[in-house]
C-alpha cells in the first residue's frame, strides 16, 4: 500500500515590499506553527478529515517557533490532535522532500493511515536587512505549505523519492549562531554584534551546486518512478536563486509552462517552497487530479531531493 496527497493547503502573508522586492512578509509577532495551523485548515478540508483523524504530524522548517521543543509539538497543540507523534525535519531548502519521504514510508508500512506534512518557514525575523547583509536577505519570504497524505488508490500517489546530503559543504548555506558547540555560552555579545547569528550563503558555491545536482536527482527520481521525462506534466523546483532552477529546467529540456519556480515567484520560502507551490498551482487549477508532478529542491547541508507524485 502506497500514499497520495488528499488534501493540500498553503498561507501567505501579505506581500510588501523590502529590500527593494516584494516578498511575503510575516509581520505580525507570528511563529511558524501559526503559519501552518492556517494552511493546515485548509488541507484537512480538502481531505474531509478533522484534525482528530491525523494520525503523525511531520514538520519541515528551518525557522522554528522556538529552539525547542519543535515547531511540529506547537502545531499539535493548535490543531488539538490530541497525543499523535509530532516530528521536526531539519533538511533545510530540501526538508518538505525529507518530510514527504518519512510521512509515505509510515503509511507505506501500516504504521499510520493520516499523515500531516507541513513545510513552513518565517525568515523575516531573522534576516540582516543593513546594506550588509541585504543581498541575503532579499532572497528570501515567509510562507507555510501543508498536505495530507492517506493510503494510495490506484495510479495516483506518492511513485518515487530520492533523497541525498552532503555535510562536507554545510558552510555554504549555515546560520552559525547560537551553537551548543560554542562555549561557556551560545553567543557573545561579539558574535551577535558581528552578525553571526543571521545566514550567510556563499552564492557561487550555491549556484554551482544547484546546477550539478538538481538535473540529476530529478533525472533519477523520474527513473525510479518508472515514467519517462515527458510523461511528467509538471515539475516544482526549489533553490535560494532563481535562475539556477531555470537553468536546471533548460537543460532537461522542460518548457516553461510545465515549470513552477517558487523562489522566483514569493522569494526563497525553503521548506515552505514545494508545499505552497504546489497547494497553489491546485489551488488555480493549474494542476488538476490525475497530473505527474516532479517536486524537487536542493539546498544548504549540503541536502537534496526528488519526488514524483501523481495528484
Known amino acids: 500500500m502506497g500514499s497520495r496527497i488528499i488534501g493540500l493547503g498553503h498561507e501567505l502573508p501579505a506581500a510588501l515590499e523590502r529590500a527593494g522586492v516584494i516578498r511575503p512578509i510575516a509581520v505580525e509577532a507570528v511563529g511558524v506553527s501559526t503559519l501552518a495551523a492556517r494552511a493546515s485548515a485548509g488541507a484537512l478540508a480538502q481531505a474531509q478529515l478533522a484534525a482528530d483523524a491525523v494520525d503523525f504530524i511531520v514538520f519541515a522548517t528551518m525557522t522554528p517557533d522556538v529552539t525547542f521543543p519543535g515547531a511540529a509539538c506547537y502545531l499539535q497543540d493548535q490543531l488539538g490532535c490530541r497525543t499523535v507523534g509530532a516530528l521536526d525535519v ?18 507505506r508500512a501500516g504504521v499510520y493511515h493520516h499523515v500531516l506534512v507541513a513545510g513552513g518557514e518565517v525568515h523575516s525575523a531573522g534576516l540582516d536587512y543593513s546594506e550588509k547583509g541585504v543581498h541575503i536577505a532579499r532572497l528570501f519570504g515567509d510562507g507555510a505549505g501543508v498536505v495530507v497524505l492517506g493510503p494510495a488508490d490506484g495510479e495516483r500517489g506518492v511513485r518515487s523519492a530520492v533523497l541525498h546530503a552532503d555535510g562536507q559543504h554545510h558552510r555554504s548555506f549555515w546560520c552559525e549562531y547560537p551553537a551548543s558547540r560554542q562555549h561557556p555560552t551560545r553567543m557573545t555579545l561579539a558574535d551577535f554584534l558581528s552578525g553571526r547569528h543571521f545566514p550567510a550563503i556563499d552564492l557561487d558555491a550555491m549556484r554551482r551546486f544547484g546546477a550539478e545536482t538538481l538535473p540529476a536527482v530529478i533525472t533519477e527520481a523520474v527513473h525510479a518512478a518508472a515514467v519517462s521525462m515527458d510523461r511528467v506534466d509538471h515539475f516544482i523546483i526549489g533553490h535560494v536563486l532563481p535562475d539556477v532552477v531555470d537553468s536546471a529546467a533548460r537543460q532537461l529540456g522542460i518548457a516553461s509552462a510545465r515549470l513552477t519556480n517558487p523562489s522566483a515567484r514569493y522569494g526563497h520560502l525553503t521548506a515552505a517552497a514545494l508545499p505552497v507551490a504546489l497547494s497553489e498551482d491546485v489551488a488555480s487549477g493549474a494542476l488538476a487530479a490525475g497530473a505527474t508532478v516532479c517536486l524537487a529542491a536542493a539546498g544548504a547541508g549540503f541536502a537534496w531531493g526528488a519526488a514524483v507524485v501523481t495528484l
Open 90 to 107: 531539519r533538511a533545510q531548502c530540501a526538508g518538505f522532500i525529507y518530510g514527504l519521504t518519512v510521512a509515505d514510508r509510515f503509511i
